[in-house]
C-alpha cells in the first residue's frame, strides 16, 4: 500500500514526508477496518466505510493516499514538522490518530473527538488493539470547546466541513496549523491554514472528498432537478428558479472553445476555483452542475466533470465549462457550453476566463479566514464568500 501511495505521490509532482511514511508502514490499517477484507483495508485509493445511516455514509477510515496527503500538508505547514506537538483530531475513525500519534512520538500527544459515541466507543476499541491506548478519545461536538482553555499546535479536521467553528481558531495555538476539508464555492478542498491572530490564511490546498459534518457545524447541500439525471448543487445560501433554468437547459447548445494545446500532464484543479471568483466577481449567479452518466450519454449535457463542474446563470444563459477537445496528437483543449439567448456570449466570457487563467500562469488559490463581522475595508482584496462564523476570501497566488 505505501508503496503504492509513494508511486502516486511521484505522479503528481510530490514527494513523501519520510516521517508520514515511516507512520504509514507503522500502524497496521486492517486492525481499524476489521470487518473489511484485508485486501479492501490496504486498497491506496479507498475508504472504507463504518457506518451508514440509510444509503448515506457518516463514519468510514478515509482512503491512505487522502490520509498521506492531509498529513503532509500539516507536516509542511509546521515549522519543524509534527515531532513534540500536541494535536486535535475533529471526526475519529481511530487509524489516522493512531498515525498522528507515530507522527508526534512520545514528547507530543493526541486527542481525537466524535459526536457519535459508538463512532469513539469503536475508535477506542481498535487503538487498543493497535497498542495506541495513550490516545485521549472524546465524544463531543467539536463545534464547541472540546478542552476549554487547551490549546494545540495542530488542528486536524476529517470531516467535510461548510465553515469555520470559532472555537478551532480559539483552541489553536499562535502561528498553529489547522487542515480542514472544506466547501469553498461548492468545492471541497483540503485548507492547510495558520492561524495569525484571528485570522487563517492557508499555506497549501489539495482536491478531496469526506463525509459530511454532523452536529451544530452541519450545513446542508441542497440539489435541483434541472433536467432528468441534471441538477445543480447548491452549496451556499443560493436561491434558483429551477423552471427558469430548465427552460434554458432546453434550448440548443452553442459550445466555444479557449483555442488553446495544452499537453495531457497539464493540472486544472485550481481552475474551477478561478471560474467561481471570476463568475462572482462579475455580478453572474454561481453554481455546481452535476449529471448522471445517463444524461451525458444521452448528450444533455457535457461537462468537465460531471460530479461537480462550475456553472453559471448569466443575462438569459445557463454556461457551463465544458469535457475537454481531444486532438491527434494527444493535447487538448478548453471549452464553455451554454444555453439561451445570450449562449454564445456568455461561453465567450466564461473561455475568456479560462485563457486569463493560463495567461496568469496557472495560479493557485490562496484562502483567508476572518471572523464575521470583520469589516469590508479590513480583508484582503479578492472575492468574498460569507459564511455563519467567518468571512472567506479567495486570492491567487503564482502556481
Same mark, same amino acid.
Given at each position: 500500500?505505501?508503496?503504492?501511495?509513494?508511486?502516486?505521490?511521484?505522479?503528481?509532482?510530490?514527494?513523501?514526508?519520510?516521517?508520514?511514511?515511516?507512520?504509514?508502514?507503522?500502524?497496521?490499517?486492517?486492525?481499524?477496518?476489521?470487518?473489511?477484507?484485508?485486501?479492501?483495508?490496504?486498497?491506496?485509493?479507498?475508504?472504507?466505510?463504518?457506518? $451508514?445511516? +440509510? /444509503?448515506?455514509? =457518516? @463514519?468510514?477510515?478515509?482512503?491512505?493516499?487522502?490520509?498521506?496527503? %492531509?498529513? *503532509?500538508?500539516? !507536516?509542511?505547514?509546521?515549522?519543524?514538522?509534527?515531532?513534540?506537538?500536541?494535536?486535535?483530531?475533529?471526526?475519529?475513525?481511530?487509524?489516522?490518530?493512531?498515525?498522528?500519534?507515530?507522527?508526534?512520538?512520545?514528547?507530543?500527544?493526541?486527542?481525537?473527538?466524535?459526536?457519535?459515541?459508538?463512532?469513539?466507543?469503536?475508535?477506542?476499541?481498535?487503538?487498543?488493539?493497535?497498542?495506541?491506548?495513550?490516545?485521549?478519545?472524546?465524544?463531543?461536538?467539536?463545534?464547541?470547546?472540546?478542552?476549554?482553555?487547551?490549546?494545540?499546535?495542530?488542528?486536524?479536521?476529517?470531516?467535510?466541513?461548510?465553515?469555520?467553528?470559532?472555537?478551532?481558531?480559539?483552541?489553536?495555538?499562535?502561528?498553529?496549523?489547522?487542515?480542514?476539508?472544506?466547501?469553498?464555492?461548492?468545492?471541497?478542498?483540503?485548507?492547510?491554514?495558520? $492561524?495569525? +491572530? /484571528?485570522?487563517? =490564511? @492557508?499555506?497549501?490546498?489539495?482536491?478531496?472528498?469526506?463525509?459530511? %459534518?454532523? *452536529?451544530?457545524? !452541519?450545513?446542508?447541500?441542497?440539489?435541483?432537478?434541472?433536467?432528468?439525471?441534471?441538477?445543480?448543487?447548491?452549496?451556499?445560501?443560493?436561491?434558483?428558479?429551477?423552471?427558469?433554468?430548465?427552460?434554458?437547459?432546453?434550448?440548443?447548445?452553442?459550445?466555444?472553445?479557449?483555442?488553446?494545446?495544452?499537453?495531457?500532464?497539464?493540472?486544472?484543479?485550481?481552475?474551477?476555483?478561478?471560474?467561481?471568483?471570476?463568475?462572482?466577481?462579475?455580478?453572474?449567479?454561481?453554481?455546481?452542475?452535476?449529471?448522471?452518466?445517463?444524461?451525458?450519454?444521452?448528450?444533455?449535457?457535457?461537462?468537465?466533470?460531471?460530479?461537480?463542474?462550475?456553472?453559471?446563470?448569466?443575462?438569459?444563459?445557463?454556461?457551463?465549462?465544458?469535457?475537454?477537445?481531444?486532438?491527434?496528437?494527444?493535447?487538448?483543449?478548453?471549452?464553455?457550453?451554454?444555453? +439561451?439567448?445570450?449562449?454564445?456570449?456568455?461561453?465567450?466570457?466564461?473561455?475568456?476566463?479560462?485563457?486569463?487563467?493560463?495567461?496568469?500562469?496557472?495560479?493557485?488559490?490562496?484562502?483567508?479566514?476572518?471572523?464575521?463581522?470583520?469589516?469590508?475595508?479590513?480583508?484582503?482584496?479578492?472575492?468574498?464568500?460569507?459564511?455563519?462564523?467567518?468571512?472567506?476570501?479567495?486570492?491567487?497566488?503564482?502556481?
Amino acid at each position: 500500500m505505501v508503496d503504492q501511495l509513494i508511486a502516486d505521490h511521484g505522479a503528481k509532482g510530490l514527494v513523501m514526508r519520510p516521517e508520514v511514511e515511516a507512520a504509514l508502514r507503522a500502524v497496521p490499517r486492517h486492525l481499524f477496518t476489521p470487518d473489511a477484507p484485508i485486501e479492501e483495508a490496504y486498497r491506496a485509493d479507498q475508504a472504507v466505510v463504518t457506518k $451508514r445511516r +440509510g /444509503d448515506e455514509a =457518516v @463514519s468510514s477510515v478515509s482512503a491512505p493516499w487522502l490520509i498521506a496527503e %492531509m498529513l *503532509g500538508q500539516a !507536516a509542511d505547514a509546521i515549522d519543524g514538522g509534527l515531532a513534540g506537538r500536541h494535536v486535535l483530531e475533529i471526526g475519529s475513525g481511530g487509524y489516522n490518530a493512531a498515525l498522528l500519534r507515530e507522527l508526534v512520538g512520545p514528547s507530543g500527544s493526541v486527542t481525537t473527538v466524535d459526536i457519535d459515541r459508538e463512532v469513539t466507543d469503536r475508535a477506542t476499541a481498535c487503538l487498543t488493539a493497535a497498542g495506541y491506548d495513550d490516545v485521549a478519545v472524546v465524544c463531543a461536538d467539536a463545534e464547541q470547546p472540546v478542552n476549554p482553555g487547551r490549546s494545540y499546535d495542530l488542528i486536524i479536521v476529517t470531516v467535510g466541513a461548510w465553515d469555520i467553528s470559532p472555537a478551532w481558531t480559539a483552541q489553536l495555538a499562535e502561528n498553529g496549523t489547522l487542515v480542514v476539508p472544506l466547501r469553498t464555492f461548492g468545492m471541497t478542498r483540503s485548507w492547510a491554514m495558520r $492561524r495569525t +491572530g /484571528d485570522r487563517l =490564511v @492557508s499555506h497549501s490546498q489539495r482536491l478531496c472528498g469526506f463525509v459530511s %459534518m454532523q *452536529g451544530a457545524g !452541519a450545513h446542508e447541500v441542497r440539489y435541483v432537478d434541472i433536467a432528468d439525471g441534471v441538477h445543480l448543487r447548491l452549496d451556499e445560501d443560493q436561491q434558483v428558479n429551477r423552471h427558469a433554468v430548465a427552460e434554458l437547459l432546453a434550448q440548443p447548445q452553442t459550445r466555444v472553445w479557449a483555442g488553446v494545446s495544452l499537453p495531457p500532464r497539464t493540472v486544472l484543479a485550481d481552475l474551477d476555483l478561478w471560474l467561481a471568483t471570476r463568475i462572482t466577481d462579475a455580478g453572474q449567479q454561481f453554481v455546481v452542475l452535476t449529471a448522471q452518466q445517463e444524461a451525458v450519454d444521452a448528450g444533455v449535457v457535457a461537462p468537465a466533470w460531471r460530479f461537480g463542474t462550475p456553472a453559471a446563470l448569466d443575462n438569459g444563459a445557463f454556461c457551463y465549462r465544458s469535457a475537454l477537445r481531444w486532438t491527434d496528437d494527444d493535447m487538448f483543449d478548453l471549452g464553455a457550453c451554454a444555453h +439561451g439567448a445570450g449562449a454564445a456570449a456568455a461561453a465567450g466570457r466564461m473561455v475568456g476566463h479560462m485563457r486569463g487563467w493560463l495567461d496568469a500562469g496557472s495560479p493557485s488559490p490562496v484562502l483567508h479566514v476572518l471572523p464575521a463581522g470583520t469589516p469590508d475595508g479590513d480583508l484582503p482584496a479578492g472575492t468574498v464568500l460569507d459564511k455563519r462564523h467567518s468571512r472567506f476570501v479567495l486570492t491567487f497566488a503564482p502556481a
